[in-house]
């Protein structure tokens, strides 16, 4: 009996997964399902989850049923019985209204009950199990810092309108692209050094934290002041804290060696030391070493390279060695992270030819078939989006005929990409769009290599 192939994708606009499937013949790899898809996108209803190409490759047919659909239910933490300081910083999901697609994990939205048109923020979700400690961590880091000159302003916790469960945050939005896209700016200032040495300094040895994500992807410029703005805590852990959640880890390269980095990439241009590999594997060693280093930039009037790596190297040599810390508790005024609240597991029965069973909830279909409320991101197509966008997330090989749904167990097999290996789908500036506009691939990480944009964050 030949084989079947089973591809779940992530619908990078809809916010949800789509299975194609088919035999060995029909569909030989991967490859293959991915222009199944392509094919077939436009059509999709929303209620589709499943895509099945016949035998002899001719038809497609689409199912609706729960037991076909891929979706993966998280268990988002708790958030009731919070503070009184706290809870005046929650918002719903449903007081926010989406104004424009901008990431796969980020909207540009505006509160409903705000009478301010002009205030739109960022909602910045977790869409997979493993970005929901981060997202925690993300979140209330995020607002312990709010208020600081250098990063941007924190606003809302966002829960689930059913449940009580924290989904993600916002924070104001600011214009004009990240330090990496944003090519208005004409030259690198000295003031970004510093602004970004203090900062770290800041957040590392008054707050005991470590960002652990420092490059100029996750800086905003304001544009008002041209000060730098930090956001994207999605990796920082308080510095020497052994008991961080697994999926945080309490190691990482310091937040001094992002700033080498980063200063380095911007002069020139050059990201190949941070290229291709996991974040701690980074060696910010031949960057110090290099005797010259080949500016691409254009600096500030009166400014030149070694101005920068002067100021950089003593600061850089300060912090290695008088200036460091190893445990939070010995920052000034350390901040605290509150515990992940333990996930729960939740089960339903079933019956499998006859037999009753009971089973761990798993996916969108499964909890439906329960009477299990879950977090549901789905939402119609925006418009035609290319096919780099939609994402291969699980590959099952199966006997033909042996596939129940109950075999497919997300939690176990599910394999999502790095948090990183979506390209930023950014938005063409479209003045005067009232509706969500067109998604586009923003061009500064279209011409990009992918690997970049695999590690990168
Ligand atoms: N407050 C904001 N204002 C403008 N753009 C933002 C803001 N927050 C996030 N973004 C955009 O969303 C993208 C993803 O946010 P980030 O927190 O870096 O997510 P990730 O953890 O996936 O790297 C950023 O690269 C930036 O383009
Ligand atoms: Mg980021």
């Avoid at 424009?100 to 505006?110: F, L, P, T």
């Avoid at 499964?366 to 989006?385: L, T």
């Avoid at 997330?393 to 999502?416: D, Y």
């Amino acid at each position: 009996m030949g084989g079947c192939g089973t591809y779940v994708f992530w619908l990078y606009d809809q916010r949800r997964h789509i299975t194609i499937r088919g035999s060995d013949e029909a569909m030989p790899d991967q490859e293959f399902a991915s222009a199944v898809l392509e094919g077939c996108v436009d059509d999709l209803l929303p209620e589709h989850v499943l895509a099945e190409i016949s035998d002899d490759g001719q038809w497609l047919s689409y199912s609706s049923k729960d037991k076909d659909d891929p979706g993966f239910l998280l268990h988002y933490p708790r958030f009731d019985d919070q503070p009184d300081d706290v809870k005046v910083d929650i918002v719903k999901r449903s007081e926010l209204r989406e104004e424009k697609r901008m990431y796969w994990i980020a909207d540009i939205v505006s509160y409903i009950n705000e009478n301010d048109p002009a205030h739109l923020a960022v909602f910045k979700i977790a869409v997979h199990d493993s970005q929901l400690a981060r997202m925690w961590n993300d979140a209330h880091a995020m607002r312990a810092l709010r208020g600081h000159p250098s990063i941007v302003p924190f606003e809302k916790f966002v829960v689930d309108d059913t449940d009580y469960r924290l989904l993600g945050y916002t924070t104001k939005f600011i214009p004009g692209g990240t330090l990496e896209e944003n090519h208005s700016f004409t030259h690198f200032r000295l003031s970004w050094l510093d602004q970004m040495m203090e900062l770290v300094d800041d957040i590392n040895l008054k707050y005991g934290i470590m960002h652990r994500d420092i490059a100029a992807r996750n800086f905003l410029i304001d544009p008002q002041t041209q000060r730098l703005l930090l956001f994207d805590f999605n990796n920082c852990m308080q510095i020497g804290n052994a008991t961080s959640h697994p999926r945080i880890g309490s190691w990482g390269p310091p937040d001094v060696d992002g700033v080498i980095f980063t200063i380095y990439e911007l002069l020139t241009f050059d990201k190949s030391f941070r290229t291709g590999k996991a974040f701690w594997q980074n060696e910010v060693g031949p960057i110090e070493q290099m005797v010259e280093w080949p500016l691409k930039a254009t600096l500030e009037p009166g400014l030149d390279v070694s101005t920068i790596r002067q100021h950089l190297d003593n600061w850089v040599k300060e912090r290695r060695t008088t200036r460091s810390i190893k445990h939070f508790s010995e920052a000034t005024d350390p901040i605290a992270l509150p515990e992940q609240p333990p996930q729960e597991i939740l089960e339903y029965t079933y019956f499998d030819e006859e037999d009753q069973k009971t089973s761990r909830v798993f996916t969108h279909g499964q909890a439906r078939m329960a009477g299990v409320h879950y977090v549901d991101w789905s939402r119609p197509a925006f418009e035609k989006v290319p096919i780099e966008y939609y994402v291969p997330t699980l590959t099952l090989k199966e006997e033909k005929g042996a596939s129940s749904p109950h075999q497919i167990e997300p939690a176990e097999s599910l394999q999502v990409p790095t948090d990183h290996s979506l390209p930023n789908l950014a938005l063409k500036e479209d003045k005067g769009a009232s509706s969500p506009s067109r998604m586009e691939p923003a061009e500064s990480s279209l011409g990009q290599d992918q690997e970049g944009e695999k590690v990168a964050g």
